[in-house]
Structures are given as C-alpha cells and as structure tokens.
C-alpha cells in the first residue's frame, strides 16, 4: 500500500534530519573550543550528508545520513598570548564554525524535520479515515 511507504520514507527523512541536528549541535558546542598545544589543530567543522537508498522491500527510495565530512576552510586566528595553545606571535587557532550558518542550518533542519512529520500525521489519519470507512 502506498500509504504505509509513504509512512517509511517519512520515517528514514526524520531519521537524516534527527542525524543532521545531533552534527550541527556539536558544531555549535564547539564554535569556541581551542587546541590545548600549539601544535594541536582546534575543532574542525563537519558537515552533513545524504544519500539515498532504493529500499526493496518497500519498492521506494528512502534517505539516510551519509558520510560525515569535515570543512577544509582556514581557522581563524585571535590574538591570546597568554593561552597555552598561543603559538610564538600569540595567536590562537579558533575552530571554522560560524554560529550565524549553524543556527541557519539547524532552522533548515528543523523544518525539514517537521514536514516529514506533517506527512507522517497527514498519513495516519488518512489511515485512520480508511479503517473507520470500512468498519462501516
């Protein structure tokens, strides 16, 4: 039945995006981290992705979280000279994670989240409507 896909293909996108937020809120918690040493390289952004999968049993494709990838962008440099990871100028590397583009993302994550749920609600009553039509 079409609708009990649906129901599936529903579930795997609110799978992805419960994945997508547990990355973007670690990029979050750590946008301030620092290397301990100098020599040490501070948190480096990872980015989300997808990939889907045609599913056999269901006859649909379905969504997963992919490979997690990290942001090869530069860090940002801040003047500390007397943090233990200050290198010889004293500057400290900062992690390239800009709050501003993960609350964006976490927003895009949300909502895509909620629309996959909106579907699995929509789904159930029109299951529900179904059952109560043939009990008739």
Do not use: C
């Not at 990355?23 to 990872?46: F, H, L, V």
């Not at 490979?67 to 003047?79: G, L, M, Q, R, T």
């Not at 895009?108 to 109560?132: C, F, G, H, K, P």
């Amino acid at each position: 039945m079409d609708l009990i896909k649906s129901l599936f293909v529903s579930a795997s996108g609110l799978k992805a995006q419960n994945g997508r937020m547990r990355i973007i809120a670690e990029n979050i918690a750590n946008a301030n981290s620092t290397a301990r040493t100098p020599d040490e390289e501070p948190y480096r952004r990872k980015i989300p992705t997808f990939k889907t999968q045609f599913d056999k049993a269901l006859g649909a494709e379905t969504v997963e979280l992919g490979p997690i990838a990290e942001d090869k962008s530069d860090f940002k440099s801040v003047h500390m000279p007397g943090h233990p990871a200050a290198d010889e100028k004293g500057y400290v590397l900062q992690p390239n994670v800009n709050t501003l583009i993960e609350t964006t993302d976490m927003r895009e994550a949300q909502r895509s989240y909620e629309a996959n749920l909106n579907v699995i609600e929509s789904t159930r009553r029109m299951l529900q409507r179904t059952i109560d039509i043939l009990r008739a």
